[in-house]
């Protein structure tokens, strides 16, 4: 009898969002969280654009667990998917565009620690894909940076068909040494490696990148991904261990997956992505550690070589750190963000610039490159509270790529006006200094703080026309104050951004760098991605404490000084 598989994707999401529920980590909490939220706005947002379709994810679920068992030992012949399986594949395969019935997810993050499925649960989508997606001539591709990393996947798809008489009969399946044709789609699965992965005529209807950690590089993934351009209905499959290049395109996928989930970038809902790891402050030894990094905990995991493992880590340096970052699914080196996004996005109050206009306020202005974004914010301390607003400025050539990478949805936040394009592919600062000049005249502004790198144009400019600035040295000694009394304005809930989503974008790439004597300062180098008005944020808070004893402001008393 048929599993309600529905049922079970639903069951799943509710365990896991349980409040004492100390087997998931905060990531799986957030992607079920995420599922049942999606659920609730399908029913109340019929202008959404996305439902569940309860068919389809059945229908992924029960092909799946007709699947044979090729490798192991288990107690049943056919593969019995686990609940966080049968989470996963629901949610992938069960969403769909109300638009066309495709499927609304086209990319997949799947992390989690070492023998918990993944080569079984990735050849189990691939014949899926081939088989019963209805696509015609769908290619599907088992990737790896070696060719021997990208049969992994295809030889255990290889072994499930040759295992399954009436999958071969009943869909024309045929099993070669380099491929696995399909007479009834037309199509076929192949492994491809780095160097292969050049040739002409990639078309997939499914990327499968096993252990996407091990990529030094982003060529595989690139061409993958862009090579899917001609199908309506494709998706990308990465799965993987955690790993130790956290420069790399994997731990950039992590690192969006991350900001999705927490919801500090939004928007981006046709990417699926859910990571088994540890909490921060979660031991490495303790056994309810291992069961959140190892949702196939006493299933595919053996419970006593898992403890074997622990037991040498514990006394092996060598052996540790592959224990933590195979068997636990701990990133090494990995840069955790500064900022605590929970408690930033709860901030999220109003900022009346009208009633603003003649309270004392100090500015930031951080500008970029020609082909960057730059940024100006201004921060006016109001009876206890911070309140902070600014815009962001960007070469309007540079919307459109930027959007097309997928990682940050530029397009829409210039549409909903909080960035503001200029130029064509290059920023013209005279439109920003238009824009100060004009805050200068509309409000109380006592000084604009700035940093020197790149902005000796404009801000001579700004000086000759009367602004009140002051040049804010990058370091550790001007930014610790600042970035500390920030911390406690947000921690506290007396700040107010009025809910600007590109900065709270900003807030959550923030990585500090801290110097001999424990100041601090945000660090462009260490983070993730853009930090700019985050940036400009602190700059100002950092003038506006040196004049908490109400000292003569810079319009009185002219010229610039240095803080």
Known sequence: MERDYAKVALRYAKWATRKRNSLVCKWVRLAAQRHLDDLARAKSDPKWGYHYDLGKAHQVCGFVELLPHVEGEWGSATIQLEDWQVFILSCVFGWR????????????????????????????????????????????????????????????????????????????????????????????????????????????????????HAHKDRDLFDVLKSARGARKNPLSWYI?????????????????????????????????????????????FAVSSWKKANPNWGVSVNVEEFKGYADEAKVSADSQGEFITKRCNVWQSARDGWVNMEMWKKCDGPVDLVALESVPCWMGIDLASTLDMSSVFMVWPVDGRLKVWGRFYLPEDQVKPRTERGNVPYQRWVNEGHIKTIGGDRQDYSIIQSDVEGWLSRFNVREVAYDDWNATDLTNRLAANGAPLVEFRQGAKSYNAPMKALARHYMSGTLDHGGDPVLTWNASNVVIHADDNGNIKPSKKRSADKIDGFCCVAMALGLSMTHEDAGPSVYETRGVRVV
């Open 240 to 284: 993987t261990t955690a790993g130790y290049n956290v420069e790399g395109v994997c731990y950039e996928q992590r690192t969006m997956v991350t900001k999705i989930l927490e919801g500090s970038i939004e928007g981006i809902d046709h990417y699926f992505g859910i990571i088994f790891t540890l909490d921060e402050g979660d031991s490495e």
């Open 97 to 212: 565009r109300d638009s066309d019935g495709h499927r609304r997810f086209n990319t997949a993050y799947i992390e989690l620690a070492r023998k918990n499925g993944k080569s079984a649960l990735s050849s189990a989508v691939a014949l899926y894909c081939l088989c019963r997606e209805g696509e015609v001539g769908p290619q599907v591709k088992t990737a790896a940076t070696t060719g021997d990393q990208a049969r992994i996947v295809f030889d255990v798809a290889r072994k499930m068909v040759s295992a399954t008489p009436e999958l071969r009969e009943g869909y024309g399946i045929e099993v070669l040494a380099n491929s696995i044709p399909c007479a009834a789609s037309g199509g076929n699965i192949k492994p491809i490696n780095a160097k292969a992965s050049t040739q002409d005529g990639l078309n997939p209807h499914l990327t499968i990148i096993d252990e996407l």
